[in-house]
């Protein structure tokens, strides 16, 4: 049971470059997010999905894209990626929006 | 947006004493939730609270749903060397039509062997 993978674990990027994050999820959970955890600052919400086609933005969405054209996949793509998006992403899924989140391992990009 | 005041940031303990952190708000959450991350990992579930007022119990933790429904502490009892990681609290509310999921910041736990 995989759960929730998430590659890559690891990236650096230069300013600029673009990347997808990808993101799946192996339980048929309809919903999807994606967040960020910068250090003292908690884990904020980019991005979410109630389900396949549905996007909507969270906290944080600016300079972040995602599409969700399956349950499964949910990936977040970086279009000009800024040094200020230097942060560790994390993916989660629950059954529904307000059951339990169910997280990947993590992303930890470095823009540099 | 809404805020989760989480404290206390970090802690130092040693190994077999209790532990207490809390979370606060000025804003109501219908469900509160605590989940626990390990290092290069992502966060955990440990408890949920649906009710205020609930008090639940997950083996050496126990978590309270405040009956304000502002607030909720999470307590672990005789702590063990594996109990080291970042607590964080969460809160969920209905808003604007979805549900939103705001974080704490986290409590980074180090338990002296």
């Known amino acids: 049971n995989a759960g929730v993978t998430q590659t890559p674990k690891f990236q650096v990027l230069k300013t600029g470059q673009s990347m997808t994050l990808q993101c799946a999820q192996d339980?048929?959970?309809?919903?999807m997010s994606w967040y960020r955890q910068d250090p003292g600052m908690g884990l904020r919400l980019i991005h979410y999905?109630?389900?396949?086609?549905?996007?909507d933005q969270g906290e944080v969405p600016n300079g972040y894209n995602v599409s969700r054209s399956t349950t499964e996949d949910f990936p977040l793509r970086l279009l000009s990626a800024a040094p200020s998006q230097t942060s560790v992403y994390f993916c989660?899924?629950?059954?529904?929006?307000?059951?339990?989140?169910?997280f990947g391992q993590g992303t930890r990009l470095t823009v540099v | 947006g809404q805020q989760l005041n989480q404290s206390p940031q970090s802690m130092f303990i040693q190994e077999g004493e209790d532990v207490s952190m809390n979370c606060t708000s000025s804003?109501?959450?219908?469900?509160w939730l605590w989940y626990k991350q390990d290092p290069g990992e992502g966060p955990v579930l440990l408890i949920a609270?649906?009710?205020?007022?609930e008090l639940t119990s997950n083996g050496r933790l126990t978590a309270q749903f405040g009956i304000t429904r502002k607030d909720s502490f999470l307590n672990i009892s005789a702590s063990i060397p594996s109990d080291v990681g970042i607590y964080f609290c969460?809160?969920?509310?209905?808003?604007?039509?979805?549900?939103?999921?705001?974080f704490g910041k986290g409590t980074k736990l180090s338990v002296i062997p």
């Open positions: 989660a899924s629950s059954l529904m929006q307000n059951t339990e989140a169910f």
């Open positions: 339980m048929n959970h309809e919903y």
């Open positions: 999905s109630v389900g396949a086609g549905i996007t």
């Open positions: 804003s109501i959450f219908n469900t």
């Open positions: 609270l649906y009710k205020a007022g």
């Open positions: 969460a809160g969920q509310t209905r808003w604007a039509g979805s549900y939103q999921l705001t």
